[in-house]
């Protein structure tokens, strides 16, 4: 191999970044993660702490920034690896400052790695117990997200002495023909939401004539409560450029563009660098690794419209339109960008592309189940003890994701439902916990795999306000151009808020089943077949919670909040405490005759703060539903006029 | 409530679109002219609407309809303290409008507003990445996690202080 002219300058350039590795190998390294939610979580402040007290001691240590693990319950998380202490690599999590401070003392002066603190070591040893026992770390499957939290995003050496850019430089070698074959073999579905097999379209968009031809990154990312396509391209970039230079080499694009939403500044930010990087390098550009293949890559920011993650909304909005959705056929893989025959797919498909040109389609498919191979990542929030960012393989039960892989539900509550694939998804229930994750189950079951968002909501949260919620999102989010989808959704809301305030009619079940068959069968794109997917499963698995918000004017999970009041229990009310009437925004709480507290249901904006402010010794603030439960308490006359102070 | 664009505004709005004269550009240009006025002026101003038919030569329906079908664009100025509280999945099942409703009292004005001395404006964001912190609220770039209504009097108490702080720092501020 060593005359092969690609291989010898791609060698060349390994060794270039395995000489920058050289410089810190013999130091200590301090690994602290920096992506938005690290950054949100006190991470810079973390970071300033660890160079304040390393410049005191006079401490030659690495500080590594790295992106982001997905451990985002453990934000701001550090890794200390001090090979001279005879320790392994700690991890240690929810660092703050004053945590930092003490750990270069510590460990690094004095080789003490603070067992109270330490939440494991990162590999396997006989000192510390590693932080592969617990399930949150073994159970995931980490292929795609494999580099993210360990490698610098903003040093292209980094990802190439962890071996980044050899799929490309494999790639080069391969003829289209045989690329697209191998991701066609692999069985590679699209993971922006539909699961459209990769290597078909990839098929479809070769086969054209045209002489230009594009590639774009779908990196809009727009339901409201998913954050893997960001973090993917915070912490490892290079992971998905290289898999766009490989899509374009095998379609025989010159062109790519990522799309990518604005309010991702610091993804915009890494990516920008990242580009220029690679194509300092010869990775990009013209040229690639002094062949005669070219790739330009640019960015395209978006403006914060859900509906333009719709690959032909997505093309109206790069051509400076409002970003409504189009007929297809034609699909943009056969006339799409300014006319030009266009593949489209999304930054984890992208993702996926290096490591099955790098090990094969074989290799690939020994992960997952036959009909989706590979890894699924899914941001997992709401009511788990380890919320963050999984991977984990195709196929394994949602009761494993929520209640091994994330802990299960935090304080003792019950698992009431799991909301997957945002607005376009569904809410399902405990009976179907045992449904393994790929498309097609989750599709059966009523839920979808969409963008990959998780909701797990407990016992005290409310179905049909979650289901409320997403309606009111794409009802916003509609972009009018059908009116089933722009009337329709506008109606099914209307019906949902009346529900919720205690104002629904029995009627309004039969209705909201009608309307939603009417909105899925008479929208074009994908945003208004599918709006309606949250009333339809949770009617089907949660009827009860709709027929005790019409029938009885209660909210089983006691959030919505026309129809639950607080009280205050007199016989567990303690005379001198005031926790209550400081802290209610409204000044509701009031002083009975008795110096015990009660509640003026007028003012109560039921916003549930004096529950959160009794002390639990007393514990006597009650939530109820329906309202009428709350005994009454009248305010003594003489505090009332206290209150217009 | 209407607000009048100040000359600073202008003339960097010109700046702006001077820079497009004399070229030929696309349709396709629209939306990153008006990311960059809104990234330095904070917000799109009537005027930029007219400014940027005529440097693009298409009507000024085409450029408001564009500029009010994406959520980024906002036509009133934002306050110096851009409040923005995070209404995603994650923050609304653990209570975000209860946190949003606690900043529209506390200031008197609904999201999407900004107070007459702009110094405060409220809007709601969805999902801001930190879902593990929710419910959250930022105010510029600083986010807060875990937020409780009784926390949002603390911002405020938070942002006085730095007041005080900053007009000690400025010179002339006895006078
Ligand atoms: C309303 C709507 C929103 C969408 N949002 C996204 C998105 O945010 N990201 C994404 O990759 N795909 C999104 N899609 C799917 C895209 O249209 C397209 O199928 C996908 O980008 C193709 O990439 P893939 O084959 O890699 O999955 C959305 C589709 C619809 C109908
Ligand atoms: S939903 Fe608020 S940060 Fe994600």
Redesign the interface.
């Known amino acids: 191999m060593s005359n092969d002219p690609i291989y010898t300058t791609y060698n060349q350039i390994v060794e270039q970044s395995l000489q920058h590795q050289n410089g810190i190998q013999n130091i200590p390294k301090i690994h602290l993660g920096l992506s938005?939610?690290g950054?949100?979580?006190g991470a810079l402040e973390t970071k300033a702490a660890f160079e304040a007290s390393l410049q005191e001691y006079q401490v030659n240590v690495y500080l590594h920034t790295v992106g982001c693990m997905g451990h985002?319950?453990a934000?701001p998380y550090v890794i200390i690896d001090h090979p001279e202490s005879g320790f392994p690599p700690v991890f240690y999590h929810n660092v703050t400052p004053g945590k930092a401070n003490m750990l270069v003392q510590r460990f690094l002066l004095e080789n003490d790695p603070c067992f109270e603190h330490v939440y494991g070591a990162t590999v396997e040893n006989e000192l510390i117990p590693s932080v592969y026992e617990f399930s949150r770390f073994h159970r995931e499957r980490r292929l795609v997200m494999k580099h993210c939290g360990q490698i610098d995003p903003e040093n292209i050496h980094e990802y190439i002495a962890a071996g980044g850019y050899a799929a490309l430089a494999k790639a080069l070698h391969m003829d289209a023909k045989t690329i697209i074959q191998e991701i066609q073999h692999s069985g590679l579905r699209g993971r922006g939401g539909a699961g459209f097999p990769t290597g078909k379209k990839w098929q479809i968009a070769s086969e054209s004539q045209a002489a230009d031809k594009i590639v774009i990154c779908n990196a809009d990312e727009g339901?409201?409560?998913?954050?893997m396509d960001?973090?993917l391209l915070e912490s490892n970039p290079h992971q998905v450029l290289e898999g766009i230079a490989i899509c374009a080499i095998a379609v025989g694009a010159k062109r790519a563009i990522i799309y990518i939403r604005?309010?991702y500044p610091l993804a915009i930010k890494t990516l920008t660098l990242a580009i220029a990087q690679a194509k300092s390098l010869g990775l990009l550009g013209s040229a690639i690794l002094n062949t005669s293949c070219q790739v330009e890559i640019e960015i395209f920011?978006g403006?914060?419209?859900f509906v333009c993650g719709e690959e032909t909304a997505l093309i109206q909005?790069?051509?400076?339109?409002?970003?409504m959705p189009q007929h297809r056929p034609p699909y943009p893989v056969s006339k799409g960008l300014f006319n030009h025959p266009t593949v489209i797919n999304n930054v984890k498909t992208l993702a996926t592309v290096p490591l099955i040109i790098e090990h094969g389609a074989d290799w690939f498919k020994q992960t997952g189940t036959p009909n989706t191979p590979g890894t699924a990542i899914f941001?997992v929030?709401?009511?788990v003890v380890h919320?963050?960012l999984v991977e984990v393989e195709m196929g394994i039960s949602l009761r494993e994701l929520i209640f091994t892989v994330c802990g299960g539900i935090p304080g003792k509550k019950q698992f009431k439902a799991v909301?997957i694939g945002?607005p376009s998804g569904g809410c399902l229930p405990d009976a179907y916990l045992d449904t393994p994750i790929d498309f097609d189950s989750l599709t059966q079951a009523g839920a979808m795999m969409g963008s990959g968002?998780m909701?797990v909501?407990d016992e005290t949260?409310c179905v049909v306000d979650?289901t409320r919620?997403?309606l009111d999102?794409t009802q916003k989010e509609s972009?009018g151009k059908c009116t089933f989808c722009r009337i329709g959704t506008r109606h099914l809301l209307d019906i949902l808020k009346r529900i919720t305030v205690g104002n629904g009619e029995e009627s309004d079940i039969g209705l909201l089943e009608s309307l939603s068959i009417d909105v899925k069968q008479g929208s074009l794109c994908g945003l208004g077949k599918t709006a309606a997917n949250p009333v339809i499963t949770s009617l089907r698995y949660f009827r009860s919670e709709y027929e005790a918000h019409i029938v009885d004017k209660q909210c089983p999970g006691k959030t919505c909040r026309p129809l639950i009041a607080y009280y205050i229990d007199l016989e567990k009310c303690a005379r001198g405490c005031d926790a209550c009437v400081g802290?209610c925004?409204?000044n509701a709480v009031f002083t009975t005759r008795t110096r015990k507290k009660g509640i003026d249901l007028q003012l109560c904006?039921k916003?549930?703060?004096c529950m959160?402010?009794c002390p639990p010794e007393y514990n006597a603030v009650r939530k109820v539903s329906p309202p009428h439960l709350a005994p009454v308490i009248e305010r003594p006359p003489d505090t009332d006029t206290n209150l217009s102070h | 409530m209407e607000f009048e664009t100040t000359d600073q505004d202008l003339i960097t709005l010109y700046t702006i679109c001077d820079q497009f004269t004399d070229k030929i550009i696309e349709r396709g240009q629209l939306i990153p002219i008006l990311q960059q006025i809104q990234e330095k002026i904070g917000y799109i101003p009537k005027e930029a609407i007219v400014k940027v038919s005529e440097v693009l030569s298409i009507s000024q329906a085409a450029v408001y309809g564009v500029a009010t079908f994406y959520n980024q664009f906002r036509f009133v100025p934002p306050g110096k303290y851009p409040i923005k509280v995070c209404l995603g999945t994650a923050c609304h099942v653990k209570g975000a409008d209860i946190i949003l409703e606690n900043f529209e009292r506390k200031l008197g004005i609904k999201e999407g507003e900004t107070t007459q001395n702009r110094e405060f404006s409220v809007e709601r964001v969805a999902c801001v990445g930190c879902c593990a912190l929710a419910p959250v609220a930022l105010v510029g770039e600083q986010v807060y996690g875990h937020m409780a209504p009784s926390k949002v009097e603390g911002i405020f108490t938070q942002i006085e202080v730095k007041k005080q702080i900053e007009h000690k720092q400025t010179p002339n501020s006895e006078n």
């Open positions: 938005t939610c950054i949100a979580a985002c319950y934000e339901d409201p409560g998913a954050y960001r973090t604005s309010e920011q403006s914060g419209a909005s790069i051509e400076g339109f409002r970003g941001s929030v709401g009511s919320p963050g909301q945002g968002g909701v909501i949260s979650v919620f997403f999102f972009c802290c925004p409204t904006v916003c549930g703060e959160a402010a």
